[in-house]
């Protein structure tokens, strides 16, 4: 062990309320092994004797674009929502820690701190470890924090000021990463079986055995979602507060019997390694990714990209340039533009129709659009622009149909009428396979219900990359 570390160990963790006895009631003698496993890691904090134990949990408050800090000085929680009411516990918050990494990431332009509390009682995914950690040791002051619906590598991020925090303050500080696995791998299971489950499961045990945390970057958003995890950002941020950092990583079980996969893995700080600089590492790949598409991106998407980069930089729209194909500046058409960053959509916004006088200018009101008016998602911001992919589809003319058997998810966009209500999705989308997921989510912008009857209409499109 190097004394000198202030993130000295890490643990994935689990947290299934079944393991608690007096909620399995016997029951949870089912995954044996993962108690154990877990009790394993318990003695080793109390071995550890942490003064701080950072828990990261996915049942915390979680917001679109921000990570919330758990405020205060102290908070409570018990069981009852699992009929064990009578199992409480209560725990002292580092104020200090929690109030210098609010610092940090405001200073860095990381969107984190402790506004916005809606509950402050203890969650369940912050329970569940605490209830092992407790019977080890319990002289230690926590710092509780949610995810967000940012990209991984904003995880990582957070994690790394983390580890600045604890670096900074001299303290002794042990990692907690909460977070369950597929909930999708067994027909039987809670969410049913999607063969992503037990994919997604044997993947990310790969990777954490190995601490080959840069891998973590590479499991795409949809696939995740398919496979029905709640921990992998959890991980991520337990992963950024170990960047630089040579460890010893075991894994110590597995199991997922009841249809939801139950991993632990434990984490020795045993060095600095700057070589594990993986944040770094796969920015470098992406821009390099991404310079190589800028060289091939035709006239529509050059277009896109400069506009929102000039309004990015400057608050002001550019003017339609003079060295466009022609029919740029005298055909009309529905245009939408799509942003997306590390994979993940950043933004996207669109005509269904013709508004503007040209699809020249329909590009450049809907990037600007797209790029900082988009409600599901903050403002592009400066530093952002180098990492933007951008896509530009041109839509159409719309065709009514009879039924969804005249549609091709590859193929046919979709727009979805109910009264006033409209919804439109595009067509060949990464995560969307069947028709039926398309109507759904055109449904699901639209605000009609799910089972409504609506009126249907196709489109194809010209995508330019």
Known sequence: MVIN??????????????????????????????????????????????????????????????????PGKDAKGDFGQFRAGHVRMETAYDTEFAAKLCGLAEAGALPAGTEGEREKRLDHGTMVPLYFVNQFFKDYKLVRIGLSGLPLKKHYELGQYIKETAETLHRKTVLIGSGDLSHRLKEDGPYGYQKEGPEYDSRIMDVMERAAFGELFQFPEDFCEKAGECGHRSFTIMAGTLDKTAVTAEKLSYEGPFGVGYGICAYEVCGIAPERNFREQYEEKER?????????????????????????????KIKVPEDLPEEMYHDR???????????????????????????????????????????????????ELELLTISVDVLGEMQPVDSQDELDVKRYGVVVTKGYKRGLLLPNLEGVDTVEEQIAIAKSKAGIGEKEKVQLERFEVVRHF
């Open 288 to 316: 390099m990714r991404i310079e190589k598409m800028r060289e091939k991106e035709d006239a529509y998407v050059r277009l896109a990209r400069r506009t929102i980069e000039e309004y990015v930089r400057t608050g002001k």
């Open 5 to 70: 570390m202030a993130i000295i160990a890490a643990f994935m963790l689990p947290h299934p309320p079944l393991i608690v006895p007096e909620i399995g009631r016997g029951e949870e003698k089912t995954i044996q092994k993962t108690i154990d496993a877990y009790r394993e890691c318990a003695r080793r904090i109390g071995v550890l004797r942490p003064e701080t134990i950072v828990l990261i949990s996915p049942h915390q408050i979680m917001y679109t674009d921000y990570f919330h800090i758990s």
């Open 333 to 383: 058409a529905g245009v939408f533009v799509s942003i997306k960053e590390n994979g993940n959509l950043r933004g996207c916004i669109g005509t269904i129709g013709a508004v503007q006088t040209s699809i020249a200018e329909e590009i450049i009101e809907n990037a600007v659009s797209a790029s900082t008016r988009d409600p599901r998602f903050s403002p592009i911001r400066q530093d």
